[in-house]
């Protein structure tokens, strides 16, 4: 039997991609919760049948309307909203990030713990498919030993949209937006952060518009959260030692990049992996990719050689496969929310540094 979803906003996050991938993955919308007037006729409008609430608590009295939670509204409400579906027990599927700060994110974790409650957090990003063709090529080890990892996830918007992403100063701003799906990414494929540095600006809204985030992964085989050669919890000035002999990640969000990209690249000591734009967004090296064989995604790199590299099947809509999968004890959490609060305290550490001008300890 498909499951029933009950979406908690019904925005860009809820209406554009959580029900979006649901319906992909075979399930249905049976409950949302809006209360603009223009998102409660596009829900009827989407999902016929499906009942309308004005709040959380409202939805929640009736919990045979649904099997599963999704918690899409904004991001400064994404503890509070979780811990309330926590306390009436009903699985869900939270967001990212899983809150605005690394406390928060730890309490909505104990509170799901406490009461018993399943959850995962929308980190979907794992299945993109430069992630996925990434991932198999570092498998292969095609690029021999990575020693860098750089992202970047850019727009040209020199007119800034007029929302709460970039106006709401708690739950606004890139490092909350972007910054959660860049170090997940990095951690799951390069292991735990020991130490980072930051840099954000304001270029053109009230909240973070421009991010550079330097995360020094884990040696192979060292202690976590403790940095080779340095005592735990010491801060330094960036560039003052070398934190760890792990791979670096560098990576950047920003919305008044009129030169976006290239996408991502990969280094290491037998090549590198190159993907020059990312879903559609215009990027002057869009050109390069002109020749991109059908079924691959990126190119392997060796000086002027280049080769595609085949991309693996999969998509976003897997994630809410794996959830199906996972509620009816089939599989494991799709992710781990431990892994969200890890990656909320990477994002306290980076906040900290921009603020500070120092290389954090995480």
Known sequence: MALRIGIVGYGGAGRQIHARLARAAGMSVSAVVARDSGRRVQAAGDWPGARLFNDLPSMLSEPGLYDLVVIASPSSLHAEHANAVSLAGKPFVLDKP????????????????????????????????EQLTLAALLKRGDLGKVHTF???????RPKPQQRWKENDAVGGGLLLDLGPHLVDSATQLFGPVV???????KLSTP?????FLVLHHAAPGSEPGVVPGRAAGTDVLFGAEPPAKGVVSRLWAGSL??????????????????????EG?????????????????????????RTAVPQPRGGHADFYTAVAEWLAGEADVPVDPA????????????RRS????????V
């Open 98 to 129: 899983i809150a605005t700060t690394a406390a928060e994110a730890r309490r909505v974790l104990s509170a799901a713990s406490s009461s018993g409650t399943p959850f995962t957090v929308f980190h979907n990003r794992r299945w993109d498919p």
């Open 257 to 278: 990049v009129g030169a976006p990209g290239p996408r991502t690249r990969v280094l290491g000591d037998g090549g590198a992996y190159l993907v020059n734009s990312f």
């Open 150 to 156: 750089e992202r970047h996830w850019e727009r040209w």
């Open 195 to 201: 130490a980072v540095y930051a840099e954000t600006r």
């Open 281 to 305: 967004d215009a990027s002057p090296f869009d050109v390069l990719d002109g020749e991109q064989p059908e079924g691959t995604h990126g190119w392997l790199v060796r000086g002027r050689e």
């Open 339 to 350: 892994d969200a609060v890890r990656t909320a305290e990477v994002l306290d550490a980076a």
């Open 207 to 211: 909240t973070e518009d421009d991010v």
């Open 354 to 361: 921009a603020q500070e001008g120092r290389l954090i300890d």
